[in-house]
């Protein structure tokens, strides 16, 4: 059963970059599509981005489509989300997750089977 960690969440201003990470152990990351998504405090959990087991696919939510992307280095068992042009709307928890071996890429929650315990983004105006 892998684990999963995130790290990089912080405090900063509208218009900043972030490297979001994600850190895989009791298992190997190559064998997982893997996913990004976050949650703002009083909304559900929403759908960041997406890529397949050797990065080569990748989709993303409308919200975040050419300010983020998302990156994998199977060698290292992490999972990278770089964000660009950050807006207060950006502000949330973010988490990464590990989908079903039987799934791809995918933007459906219920379609992970593993999750990390969230990093903080918080983006001031």
């Known amino acids: 059963q892998v684990q999963l960690q995130e790290s990089g969440g912080g405090l900063l201003q509208a218009g900043g970059s972030l490297r979001l990470s994600c850190v895989a152990s009791g298992g190997t990351l190559s064998s997982y599509a893997m996913g990004w998504f976050r949650q703002a405090p009083g909304k559900e959990r929403e759908f960041v981005a997406t890529?397949?087991?050797?990065?080569?696919?990748?989709y993303y939510g409308d919200s975040v489509k050419g300010r983020f992307t998302i990156s994998r280095d199977n060698a290292k068992n992490t999972l990278y989300l770089q964000m660009n042009s950050l807006k207060p709307d950006d502000t949330a928890d973010y988490y990464c997750?590990?989908?079903?071996?039987?799934?791809?890429?995918?933007?459906?929650?219920?379609?992970?089977?593993?999750w990390g315990q969230g990093t903080q983004v918080t983006v001031s105006s």
């Open positions: 890529i397949s087991w050797a990065g080569g696919t990748t």
């Open positions: 997750a590990a989908a079903s071996r039987m799934y791809g890429p995918t933007r459906l929650i219920n379609h992970y089977a593993y």
